[in-house]
């Protein structure tokens, strides 16, 4: 493995498995630019060629009639031509839909059509031009159209062309070129109007438009179904493509860069990096690569041991990679070396993905593994989420294809099963109880419990299956100890009070002197219920009084800590810290009177 750039990215080397495959769904389609769904329970895919048509594919089949035919508003030139389809939010019952072209002047236009009487086919007298962006070269023009969770339409537009940005757009908040735009089309329909929360919208001399900026060429992005967070590939110049990323939480205003960088590296000699957000994803042009085409997180149910994994992939060399998350770093590897030329990749109204071949005009759904998937980072502690796991305790693992539905079931009774919701989970070839398995906002997880037989091996195999489909063995790190105490949100520890048993809060806090008790993992080792561990709390800096550490009364893999509260601590939020032989829990919050 071999990482790079400053955001822990690590990128796979060597023989790749080909871990997905390509399944042709339609053929004879020359320069298909994007696939996308209407959202309206058709079960439809419409096809938008560069030439100015667009075709629907319905049942496995292409309909004869395209459902747009603009060719005598553009022309496939180049990176010029129709470039992006979008479908607002009830496009069932609103009957409009939006695209991006160059027109025969090379300048962007965003435009409105509307859907014919016959639902396949929209009446192409019906544009209104929404928004017309000159674009001072033939290339960089961009193309993606997309609504994002908001309901606000976003438009990726490229620096304006030529090498190396020669005019400066990507840094000018003053240009709409080399930014991405977020409008509001379908509040007044046919009117473009600036939402309010637009980053930009009160600064001199930005363009009200803009959501963020710092790009060369954003040629394909998406949000995720289930998180909302936004993936931009944008293409690089001359050495580096790069991945960037925008959490759901984002207020906009990023500036990914361009062109002080590209990728990770500077572009600009010297150049600062001081409020640029850098991306999380990087390739070099080797082995043919020269053109990142972005793709989509898998949210589908057809290979749900793919989800979880951003696809994106290389318009020259044909290779698709799967990148995501594991611990703190964002990790990258390849899943197919396709051979195709990747124009783009698309999603149906199911989640699932497709990906286009410019080389012979052919449209591929994308298939994966229908077992789970894990890494040994994303097996972590189950309070502290620190990665490893521990003999008795309770841990989790990340894991995709456990579960397809969002929310969470949960063993009903004691002992806690060894098959939860069709999955069950091996630790050394021993069989590990199931607390519980769950699938939120697209994370899915699964606690289970340590067995203490695997006390003493250092990397024990483990393995997660569901329905008879077992996952890769990975080798995971199993610690003496590693104490994490439980919390409320990451940070408000539970704590109890003894002499009522009610939680400790704002306004039911600790008292000086009292006795209490939280709840912790990871502390090793028990002797008819005691932990063996040398356990030992402070409470604002100051040492309390241990009166009992060992397992929880009808909480499997759950320790219960009771400590006092020192004479001496002070008032207000203190912070707690558990440690277990030395190692030292994260610390904690509780009230004090």
């Not at 769904?37 to 439809?44: L, N, P």
């Not at 793919?306 to 611990?327: A, V």
Request: hydrophobic share 40%; charged share 15%; glycine share 14%.
């Amino acid at each position: 493995m071999i990482r790079l750039g400053v955001v822990g990215l690590i990128l796979a080397s060597g023989n790749w498995a080909q871990e997905i495959r390509p399944v042709q769904v339609a053929t004879g389609l020359n320069g298909v630019t994007d696939i996308q769904h209407s959202g309206d329970g058709s079960g439809r895919l419409f096809l938008v060629q560069q030439s100015g048509l667009i075709r629907v594919m319905r049942s496995g089949g292409l309909l004869t009639a395209p459902f747009l035919d603009i060719r005598g508003k553009t022309r496939a030139d180049g990176e010029r031509g129709l470039l992006g389809l979008a479908f607002p939010p009830a496009f069932g019952d609103k009957q409009r839909f939006y695209v991006d072209y160059t027109d025969l002047n090379g300048d962007t236009v965003i435009a409105q059509y509307r859907v014919s009487q016959n639902r396949d086919v929209a009446d192409a007298t019906s544009e209104v031009v929404l928004l017309k962006i000159a674009q001072p070269f033939a290339n960089h023009n961009g193309g993606q159209v997309r609504f994002g969770p908001d309901g606000y339409l976003y438009v990726g537009m490229g620096d304006g062309g030529s090498a190396g940005d020669p005019m400066g757009n990507g840094q000018n908040l003053g240009a709409l070129v080399g930014k991405l735009l977020r409008i509001d089309v379908e509040s007044d329909s046919g009117q473009v109007r600036i939402p309010a929360s637009n980053p930009f919208i009160n600064a001199a001399g930005a363009r009200a438009e803009i959501w963020a900026y710092g790009l060369r060429n954003p040629w394909r992005f998406s949000f995720d179904r289930a998180t909302g967070d936004l993936w931009i590939a944008d293409v690089g110049q001359d050495v580096y493509e790069e991945v960037d990323f925008q959490p759901a939480a984002s207020r906009g205003g990023e500036n990914y860069g361009w062109n002080r960088m590209e990728g990770l590296h500077c572009y600009q000699a010297g150049c600062q990096m001081l409020g640029l957000t850098l991306p999380i994803a990087e390739y070099p042009h080797v082995a043919r690569a020269c053109s990142v085409t972005g793709g989509f997180m898998y949210r589908g149910r057809v290979s749900p041991g793919m989800r979880g994994l951003y696809l994106y992939g290389d318009y020259c060399s044909g290779q698709i990679w799967g990148l995501e998350r594991q611990g703190s770093a964002w990790n990258s590897r390849q899943l197919l070396a396709s051979g195709f030329t990747i124009t783009t990749f698309g999603e149906d109204e199911a989640g699932e993905l497709y990906i286009a071949n410019a080389a012979n005009g052919s449209v591929h759904h994308i298939e994966g593994s229908a077992a789970p998937r894990f890494s040994a980072a994303s097996v972590v502690n189950a309070a502290s989420y620190a990665p490893g796991m521990v003999a008795g305790s309770l841990a989790t693992v990340f894991a995709a294809g456990v579960r397809d539905d969002a929310g969470t079931s949960v063993a009903e009774r004691l002992p806690l099963p060894d098959q939860l919701a069709g999955v069950s989970v091996t630790v050394g070839g021993i069989a590990a109880p199931v607390y519980s398995v769950s699938n939120v906002n697209g994370q899915e997880q699964v606690n289970f419990l340590v067995p203490f037989d695997v006390s003493g091996r250092s990397t024990p195999a483990m393995i997660v299956t569901r329905d008879g489909r077992a996952s890769a063995s990975v080798d995971v790190t199993l610690a003496a100890v590693q104490p994490g105490v439980y919390t409320i949100d990451g940070s408000q520890a539970i704590v109890v009070h003894n002499a009522d048993y009610t939680l400790v809060t704002a306004s039911r806090p600790l008292d000086r002197n009292e006795y209490a008790f939280l709840y912790v993992s990871g502390l090793g080792a028990v002797t008819k219920g005691v932990a063996g561990a040398d356990v030992r709390v402070t409470l604002g800096g100051l040492s309390c009084d241990v009166q009992f550490a060992g397992m929880a009364p009808g909480f499997p893999g759950v320790y219960q800590v009771n400590f006092r509260v020192p004479s001496g601590a002070a008032s207000g939020l203190q912070g707690i810290v558990v440690a277990a032989n030395g190692v030292v829990a994260p610390t904690v919050r509780a009230n004090v009177r």
